[in-house]
């Protein structure tokens, strides 16, 4: 079994300050872990994607994710919020064995100028 | 990357009606398809998978005499809604996926809006 929590429904952030996206998993196997994006009316953006090589991730546009497996997390962090990031960020996994993934309910990120 | 496209990007229907949605691979072939619903403000719900030249599998509570889905080729999948009604409309959304293996990512189509009258 496994599943995705994702600690946040909105976060909040003004531009130019730190963004933290929350996640936590679990699961059965040895998983392999996802943050996509979607703006408004739009599909999902791959963000980046964790395959067990380096447990810090880095995306695109600045993004990166730190996979700790002692507290199941794989959290989001940018360093400098900007105001096209504001859309809806989904945490997913997917483990080993199976190619079935879960998503979590997804977090809204609010960028303030 | 691997591209997915979908057809149409937004669809209008009277109920009763049937739509056909259509998912394609691009440049690459998907031996896995994945159909999504997504309410609106909320997270993806799978609805199916499906694979080539097999028939689909479907997740709990989703029925398949309604959402009708078939995957005749490697870079083809389509969903057709049949006799639509106003809660079908939602956000469909496919995704397509190149292997079996755990750290193949999917690549998402842009989506599908359908709004059923």
């Known amino acids: 079994a496994q599943s995705v929590t994702q600690l946040d429904s909105h976060v909040s952030v003004s531009e130019g300050t730190p963004v933290l996206l929350r996640c936590n998993y679990s699961s059965s196997y040895s998983p392999s872990l996802f943050w996509y994006v979607q703006h408004p009316n739009k599909g999902l953006q791959l963000l980046l994607k964790y395959t067990s090589a380096a447990t810090l991730v880095k995306g695109i546009n600045g993004f990166e994710a730190e996979f700790k497996k002692s507290e199941t997390s794989f959290h989001l962090t940018k360093p400098s919020a900007h105001m096209s990031d504001a859309a809806e960020y989904f945490c997913?996994?997917?483990?080993?064995?199976?190619?079935?993934?879960?998503f979590g309910r997804g977090t809204s990120l609010i960028v303030h100028p | 990357g691997a591209v997915v496209s979908q057809h149409p990007s937004r669809v209008i229907c009277k109920s009763g009606t049937s739509v056909k949605i259509e998912c394609r691979s691009l440049?690459?072939?998907?031996?896995?398809m994945f159909w999504y619903r997504q309410f609106p403000k909320k997270s993806l719900m799978l609805m199916a998978t499906?694979?080539?030249?097999?028939?689909?599998?479907?997740e709990q509570g989703v029925e398949k005499d309604k959402f009708l889905i078939n995957h005749a080729s490697l870079t083809l999948s389509t969903l057709t809604v049949t006799s639509a009604h106003p809660e079908d409309s939602s956000f469909y959304i496919c995704?397509?996926?190149?292997?079996?293996?755990?750290?193949?990512?999917?690549?998402f189509g842009p989506g599908t809006r359908l709004t059923v009258l």
């Open positions: 995704s397509a996926g190149t292997g079996t293996g755990p750290y193949n990512e999917q690549f």
């Open positions: 440049d690459f072939q998907a031996t896995t």
């Open positions: 997913v996994v997917s483990p080993g064995g199976s190619y079935i993934p879960t």
């Open positions: 499906s694979n080539e030249g097999s028939k689909a599998t479907y």
